[in-house]
């Protein structure tokens, strides 16, 4: 029987990538929104549309990601990454629908030295990390059926990401500085969109808590340097310290998520450089 997915966020990176991976998936009727055509802070057009369209599930990839800016901006970061998802949970559980929702290592404060666990305290440290983590609070209180994937580091082919940024940068400068004492794995949005989908298969009721990012452990600075290595740019690199690079928003210094719990689902985990030249196999294929 075919089941109809609302994924909001669609023209994010995220949003594109389900896209991508959607006809994989013959079961499913895919409907992508975006602002304007739907506000997830706006609760009565978020009803109407799950009612009008029949949604079985909602993927939402809408958020607000500008983690410096979120600063000062804490308003509006707190009504799309904490009343929106909120909203999404009381319009699914009113229409009988399930929600997946996709949150962030920054709910985390980054002083672990070992794999964060799914079961490990929340301590955010930022706008962005606290607002994330309200947005994952609403959905487990309203207690409609849901999964929360909590993600980090995500790069894709789509839109502006720190792969694509690192390539500009490594064939306009002359050289580069990069922080190396923050810690974490790069996440391929593709991957993720195919992590999600097959738990989407497996069906799910209640809410579950997930951990999911590529495979390996590396820095900033490591993963800029295979960046490099990949394009072939050659200019020098050198590593620096999060004082030297000082930002509006503090970044955890450790953000490895363990994936325990989402591989004992039978969902596959590919290695971080693996997706890594697959993504900007398809990058250069854009630029060429």
């Avoid at 509006?76 to 699914?92: C, E, M, Q, T, V």
């Avoid at 195919?194 to 600075?221: C, R």
Wanted: hydrophobic fraction near 40%; proline fraction near 3%.
């Amino acid at each position: 029987m075919m089941k109809n997915v609302l994924v909001t966020g669609g023209n994010g990176q995220l949003g594109n990538s389900v896209r991508k991976v959607a006809n994989k998936y013959p079961n499913y009727q895919f409907i992508f929104t975006d602002v304007p055509e739907v506000d997830i802070t706006d609760l009565i057009s978020l009803e109407k549309l799950i009612e009008e369209q029949k949604i079985d599930i909602i993927i939402n990839c809408a958020a607000y990601t500008a983690v410096d800016k979120a600063e000062s901006d804490e308003v509006l970061a707190r009504k799309i990454n904490a009343d929106g998802p909120k909203n999404l949970a009381i319009a699914a559980k009113k229409s009988g629908a399930k929600l997946v929702h996709i949150s962030t290592d920054y709910v985390f404060d980054g002083r672990n030295c070992t794999p964060l666990k799914e079961s490990d305290k929340t301590a955010p440290i930022g706008v962005y990390g606290k607002t994330k983590r309200e947005g994952e609070i609403a959905i487990e209180e309203c207690g409609v059926d849901a999964i929360v994937i909590r993600t980090a580091w995500l790069y894709s082919e789509f839109g502006s990401n720190f792969v694509k940024t690192m390539l500009r940068l490594g064939r306009e400068k002359e050289s580069l500085s990069v922080i190396y004492d923050q810690i974490g794995t790069p996440t391929y949005a593709t991957d993720l969109a195919i992590a999600i989908m097959d738990l989407v298969e497996k069906g799910f009721s209640g809410y579950t808590l997930y951990h999911y990012s590529n495979e390996g452990v590396i820095s900033w600075y490591d993963f800029t340097k295979a960046i490099f290595e990949i394009a072939g740019i050659t200019i020098p690199l050198q590593a620096i310290e999060s004082f030297e690079y000082p930002t509006a928003a503090e970044r955890p210094h450790y953000s490895v998520l363990n994936k325990r719990k989402i591989k004992e689902m039978g969902i596959h985990v590919p290695y971080w450089k693996d997706s890594l030249k697959v993504c900007m196999e398809l990058i250069e294929m854009k630029i060429n």
